[in-house]
């Protein structure tokens, strides 16, 4: 924007732009989140392990990846993962109005969970303009800035497809090992989060593309960037002869491995814009 100051106003003109600038700070940036599900097709868990929550209005948002293991105990880790996010939406109602603490949910919410099973955890929450999240696994959110990865958080893995997890069990992780991170943000910034059913088979350049595709018409359709990226990752998960973040990292733990990860994938994308 270009701003034409009057020649008699021009002695003044240094105090207005930094009056304008000062006004742009104080505007408070939201999340317009959408999301998508794709379980993995397990007939005999059609809901599939992934559980997830959108709560716009507190600028929040929370996903769990039930751990398949238990299934040869006969346990349905998606009942785990679906009370403990079904728990954290709870928390977030006792939360301070625009002040919630993910930290805090997330181990309120564990700590009224008693299915058996379980399962990783990952909460966001937008406030004073920066990004505050809790992880628990491998569940991981980038954020993308001008078409380019500008963020990406930490996962937690005892060893290669082993992630850190919340559960009844006693050896079972507890939230006090969680990973927390802020990360500022701005206009036009887009954050994409999922399950690790997203990030297996996805690359963060493949994301990039995908965004820039998107882009070109000027207008972007949030929930049709969160579907299409999640049907994409479910495409290449079908894949057997390919290179995924998967396979290779399989690979470089010392396993035989090529093409995706048949997996529940769940994809948020959020798009960051001013209230």
Do not use: C
Not at 63 to 82: K, Q
Not at 84 to 112: C, H, Q, R, W, Y
């Amino acid at each position: 924007m270009m701003m034409i100051v009057p020649e008699s106003n021009a002695g003044h003109a240094g105090e207005i732009i930094e009056e304008l600038q000062n006004v742009a700070a104080e505007r408070n940036l939201k999340m317009i989140v959408r999301g998508h599900y794709i379980p993995k097709g397990d007939p005999e868990r059609p809901r599939g392990e992934d559980a997830f929550f959108i709560l716009e209005e507190e600028q929040t948002i929370g996903v769990a990846d039930g751990v398949g293991g238990w299934s040869v105990h006969g346990i349905d880790a998606g009942d785990y993962a679906r009370e403990l996010m079904k728990n954290a939406m709870k928390a977030i109602e006792t939360e301070p109005k625009g002040l919630v603490d993910p930290k805090s949910v997330l181990n309120k919410a564990f700590l009224s969970t008693k299915s058996q099973g379980s399962s990783t955890a990952s909460i966001v929450t937008l406030k004073n303009n920066m990004l505050h999240g809790v992880n628990v696994g491998d569940s991981r959110l980038r954020l993308f800035r001008k078409n380019s990865l500008f963020y990406e958080s930490p996962i937690q893995q005892h060893k290669f497809n082993k992630p850190y997890q919340l559960g009844n069990h006693e050896s079972s992780d507890k939230p006090n090992i969680a990973d927390e991170y802020q990360v500022s943000v701005k206009d036009g910034d887009i954050v994409v989060m999922g399950s690790d059913g997203l990030w297996d088979n996805l690359y963060p350049n493949e994301i990039v593309k995908t965004l820039w595709q998107n882009s070109l018409g000027g207008m972007l359709d949030i929930q049709g960037l969160a579907t299409f990226i999640a049907k994409l990752a479910f495409n290449k998960s079908k894949q057997t002869d390919i290179a995924t973040p998967f396979s290779v990292a399989a690979q470089e733990a010392g396993y035989a491995s090529t093409g995706g990860k048949v997996d529940d994938i769940t994809v948020f994308v959020a798009y960051i814009d001013f209230v």
